[in-house]
């Protein structure tokens, strides 16, 4: 059984159609990259995948679960990162992890080893207010990974992040982390490289679906004209 | 459009449930976090208390009288409450709503009510202070009597109708956070709610208040609040998943 399972997937937001017939299947520690321009239906296949959207229409099986009758059965087992860092500016990134990892079950020692491995440590006690937007993304990886999730969901993930910064995250998000992820991002590059599935959305609606091998960069540029 | 890649693809992914935490722990941790960003904010406990001292003294100018009593007191002390409690309200679910603090609850695997229970609770705390600043300062600028032989009475009152004060407000907060209005939904949808509240808690303390013929508070109206919190309750328990619900 694939970890992902999606079959004629429509979501709407009023009368416009975010997201249209998508059909598309993820084996276990494999990474589905999406490619689109802006508005696309990127963000909103994540969310779905996360049960944070109902689909309105077709059949999404995530981890062997209906969606979104089995919803309960997959929260737990996905970490999202997504364009907003789920975080709370007042509190430090000490207390945000602390915040969610009580939400998950998760021991305190997990939070000091995920600082360490964004190399937070030293800043964990100060509010993220006062942080640049690249160290909050750092804290907001740790937040992700914090619940040792099978599924990543992860929306540009390497947004404000330094060529460093992106070294230090990458065994956490990476294909070096070996789970199954699927990625939402504009950099055909790094995408191609890291993609065993590619999934090029056009107003959200499927323009592409192939293994990552048989897919050129020029294919996924024309996406974006 | 379809495809599947991998060898593995026809392998089944790990089965494993995620650990369900407990409802306890869940509005501990919900809570402990509110607490903490409304001690760094100061946002709302500061707010509705300030409201409620200078409504206070816009009475005292505005009645044109040095002191009040009954009936009077009563209603100036529970309307100023209320609208003080408005302000708590609508800053229940802000930082949530901003900074992504639903997405990031949804996905844990806890008991969504939770959330209701802890905001609730957190709501209750917050009417708490307002009533430890605003009731002596009631006392101070604008009650006649003195509110020490009625404390008992007061307290009892005040802590029901903080009940159905939070619950009620707990769950018109999430009905409005979601929308482009929130601001001004949120009373419009509560007040009318709060309307029996302002009723029971008036009648109640009426008669604390009274320099004649005082009384404890009515075991009518007492027991009135108490179903009104426990008929909210129900209804917000039943309703919150879907007010949490895309």
Same mark, same amino acid.
């Given at each position: 059984m694939p970890v992902l399972e999606v079959e004629g997937l429509t979501r709407r937001y009023g009368e416009r159609d975010? +997201? &249209?017939e998508v059909c598309l299947t993820l084996a276990e520690g494999r990474t589905l990259v999406v490619f689109g321009p802006n508005g696309a239906g990127k963000t909103t296949l994540l969310r779905v995948l996360a049960t944070l959207l109902r689909p309105h229409a077709g059949s999404v099986r995530v981890l062997g679960s209906g969606l979104p009758d089995e919803a309960w059965a997959v929260r737990g087992r996905v970490g999202l990162l997504a364009?907003?860092? +789920? +975080?709370?500016?007042?509190?430090?990134a000490a207390q945000n992890l602390r915040y969610h990892a009580r939400l998950h079950g998760v021991g305190e020692e997990r939070i000091a080893e995920l600082l360490d491995a964004v190399a937070m440590s030293r800043r964990?006690?100060?509010?993220?207010?006062?942080? &640049?937007r690249g160290m909050v993304q750092r804290i907001a990886v740790a937040r992700a990974v914090l619940h040792d999730p099978e599924l990543l969901l992860l929306d540009e993930?390497?947004?404000? +992040?330094?060529p460093a910064a992106i070294e230090l995250v990458s065994p956490l998000i990476?294909?070096? &982390?070996r789970r199954t992820r699927v990625v939402a991002s504009h950099d055909p590059g790094r995408g191609l490289a890291e993609a065993d599935v590619v999934l090029g959305l056009r107003a959200g609606r499927p323009a592409l679906l192939a293994a990552a091998t048989s897919v050129a960069p020029a294919e996924i540029t024309e996406l974006y004209r | 459009m379809s495809a599947t890649v991998g060898k593995d693809a026809a392998a089944p992914p790990a089965q494993r449930m995620a650990k369900r935490v407990g409802l306890g722990r869940t509005v501990g941790a919900v809570m402990r976090k509110e607490l903490l960003v409304e001690l760094r904010t100061l946002e709302s406990v500061p707010a509705m208390s300030l409201f409620a001292v200078t409504t206070f003294v816009i009475f005292h100018f505005a009645l044109n009288r040095g002191s009040v009593e009954g009936d009077l007191a009563s209603g100036i002390l529970w309307v100023t409450l209320l609208f003080a409690a408005i302000l708590g309200v609508n800053r229940l679910f802000v930082a949530d709503a901003e900074e992504g603090g639903f997405d990031g609850f949804l996905l844990?695997?806890?008991? !969504?009510?939770a959330m209701l229970i802890a905001k609730g609770l957190t709501l209750l705390v917050y009417l708490l202070a307002l009533e430890i600043v605003a009731v002596p300062a009631f006392s101070l600028l604008?009650?006649?009597?003195?509110?020490g032989p009625a404390l008992g009475g007061l307290v009892a009152t005040l802590l029901l109708a903080d009940v159905g004060i939070a619950v009620i407000g707990t769950m018109v907060a999430a009905m409005a956070? !979601?929308? !482009?209005a929130r601001d001004l939904l949120g009373p419009l949808l509560s007040l009318p709610l709060f309307v029996p509240i302002v009723i029971g808690a008036a009648r109640c303390t009426a008669p604390l208040l009274a320099y004649a013929h005082r009384t404890g508070p009515s075991g009518r109206w007492l027991a009135t609040l108490g179903v009104y919190d426990l008929v909210f309750g129900l209804i917000a328990y039943a309703l919150f998943d879907f007010l949490l619900e895309d």
């Open positions: 975010a +997201l &249209s364009h907003e860092p +789920l +975080l709370y500016r007042e509190l430090t964990a006690d100060e509010p993220l207010r006062t942080l &640049s993930p390497y947004a404000n +992040l330094d990476g294909p070096a &982390s | 844990a695997p806890v008991d !969504r009510s604008l009650l006649g009597p003195s509110v956070v !979601r929308t !482009r």
